[in-house]
């Protein structure tokens, strides 16, 4: 069974190469691609890259996943600079060559001591993270996951080339059932910790517990979770109190709350050393700049020293929750800093963040293949800056959006 993805409206194959006609062969090979883009834009489906001024237009953000208001901390950027000028701007190849520096090595040990990891492992993307511990661990066995993943774990589901069982949102039964009646040798279970869209979060004890029964791993992605849910932000699973369970493997992303860039995965020592040996998104990529690497740990200082961080995160998103609630927009209670207001179709969406930006904000718009039909949105992103005009500017336009809902 295949993730549960909303059809992306592919390259439609041309009536003649459908009937193999010969003329099918000389036809111009950038047709199929106007057609597919043809048909998004007419299903309101078309994306574009906007510029952005450092300062965000000018507009409130509530679109980018700071959710700790470090990526443009002077801690953060001097740490950057400092990095730049001793190492220079790249690591000039991957990690078992020539990228691995001794900042790397202080990262990944700064890491494991504060999500209370027995190792980490730093790559150059959090997608990359999930690649490498999904594809890696899961090849040849059976990987569950659910189907709210995100598409970096789907990506990684499809590239271990392992059987797939794909279970309803954060149904553990679903899993128990799926791990029960498996005839592979070995089992992965993966999820979210939260849910990048609609901001809630995994059952991680019940799925730990049923992964335990059957002789699995249990992979939990806290890109949405770290520096945000639990004591000091470490994470969903260190609240769960299973930070020091062997068999469950956390990734993870430097480029939200810590304000940088990269990934890392956290586990056991067989974990990291199996994909130092054989995970090919680890072997064959160049490593992490090291401006990015010094960045992540000013931040993780900056989280240590300001424990307080991750709950102003947590109390924005509910105050933008509320606010959304208030004004008869559909909206759950988040989880951690996301925030979604589900609109419906894609063009009311795109209608709203447009009303969004004329009110002096910049909100996040989801639309398919992001999120199923009929579950547009706009996803609003907390941060622990925001202050009391930013709320206000936002509450403004919620109520437009609202007033224009009504008008539809």
């Not at 509910?318 to 800093?337: I, N």
Request: glycine share 8%.
């Amino acid at each position: 069974m295949e993730h549960k993805e909303v059809p992306a409206y592919p390259l439609e194959r041309t009536a003649s190469v459908a009937a193999g006609t010969s003329e099918a062969m000389n036809t111009d090979p950038l047709a199929r691609l106007r057609t597919a883009a043809a048909t998004r834009e007419a299903a309101g489906l078309r994306r574009a890259l906007r510029p952005r001024t450092p300062d965000h237009d000018g507009l409130v953000d509530l679109a980018s996943n700071d959710y700790l208001g470090l990526a443009r901390d002077e801690r953060l950027v001097a740490a950057a600079v400092r990095a730049t000028e001793r190492w220079g701007t790249g690591s000039t190849g991957s990690r078992l060559v020539t990228g691995t520096t001794m900042l790397h090595a202080e990262l990944e040990e700064r890491l494991l001591s504060f999500a209370r990891a027995q190792r980490a492992l730093v790559f150059s993307s959090g997608y990359l993270a999930n690649l490498a511990a999904v594809a890696t661990l899961g090849a040849g066995g059976l990987v569950v996951s659910d189907e709210g993943n995100h598409a970096s774990i789907i990506d990684a589901c499809r590239l271990s080339r392992a059987r797939v069982a794909v279970t309803p949102h954060k149904d553990v039964e679903a899993v128990e059932k799926a791990l029960a009646n498996r005839t592979e040798e070995h089992a992965l279970v993966v999820t979210d910790a939260v849910f990048s869209v609609d901001g809630d979060r995994a059952p991680i004890r019940d799925l730990y517990a049923a992964a335990v029964r059957h002789g699995a791993l249990l992979v939990v992605d806290e890109a949405h979770s770290l520096g945000v849910v639990g004591e000091r932000g470490r994470g969903a699973v260190d609240e769960a109190g299973l930070a020091e369970a062997p068999t469950i493997v956390r990734t993870i992303t430097l480029s939200k709350s810590l304000g940088s860039q990269g990934g890392a995965v956290l586990g056991a020592s067989e974990v990291v050393e199996t994909l130092i040996d054989t995970g090919r998104a680890f072997i064959f990529d160049t490593g992490l700049a090291p401006s990015a690497v010094a960045a992540a740990l000013a931040a993780l200082d900056i989280v240590v020293d300001h424990p307080d961080l991750p709950r102003q995160a947590r109390d924005n998103a509910s105050a933008l929750a509320r606010a959304a609630a208030e004004r008869g927009l559909p909206t759950t209670d988040p989880a951690a800093a996301v925030v979604p207001v589900v609109l419906g179709p894609p063009d009311v969406a795109l209608s709203a963040a447009a009303v969004f930006a004329k009110h002096g904000v910049r909100a996040g718009c989801f639309r398919p293949p992001s999120v199923p039909s009929g579950r547009s949105c706009l996803r609003l992103t907390a941060r622990a800056n925001l202050s009391s005009d930013d709320l206000a500017v936002i509450g403004r336009a919620l109520t437009a959006v609202a007033e224009m809902k009504v008008n539809v």
